[in-house]
């Protein structure tokens, strides 16, 4: 059993930056993947951004590329994702999770564990 739990988010302003983080349990945090998704109003969730067990490989939404980074540090059990040039289109609910593979993927339906979410607002 894997519990996420994200943090970070907040009102920013159009261009601004915002670091998400999430801390995961357990002593096995490594040989997950991690992801990170969102869900805007209205909207279904989607895919943002994930990163394989070692933090080797990592994968993004097309709408992030460049924006968006995605880390982790095993030691500390905890993924970050780093966004810059944040657009009021991204303002959304971010969520945390975990998948029992060791590679990335962006398919929700390969999370087992999720968090909560954090609220991340955008204004133009």
């Known amino acids: 059993q894997v519990q996420v739990v994200e943090s970070g988010g907040g009102l920013v302003q159009a261009g601004d930056s915002l670091r998400l983080s999430c801390a995961a349990s357990g002593r096995t945090f490594s040989s997950y993947a991690m992801g990170w998704f969102r869900q805007a109003p209205g909207k279904e969730r989607e895919f943002v951004a994930a990163?394989?067990?070692?933090?080797?490989?990592?994968y993004y939404a097309d709408f992030v590329k460049g924006r968006f980074t995605i880390s982790r540090d095993n030691a500390k059990n905890t993924v970050l994702l780093q966004m810059n040039s944040l657009k009021p289109e991204d303002t959304a609910v971010y969520y945390c999770?975990?998948?029992?593979?060791?590679?990335?993927?962006?398919?929700?339906?390969?999370?087992?564990?999720w968090g909560q979410g954090t609220q991340v607002t955008v204004s133009s």
């Open positions: 990163i394989s067990g070692g933090g080797g490989s990592t």
């Open positions: 999770a975990a998948a029992r593979l060791y590679r990335g993927s962006s398919a929700m339906k390969e999370y087992d564990y």
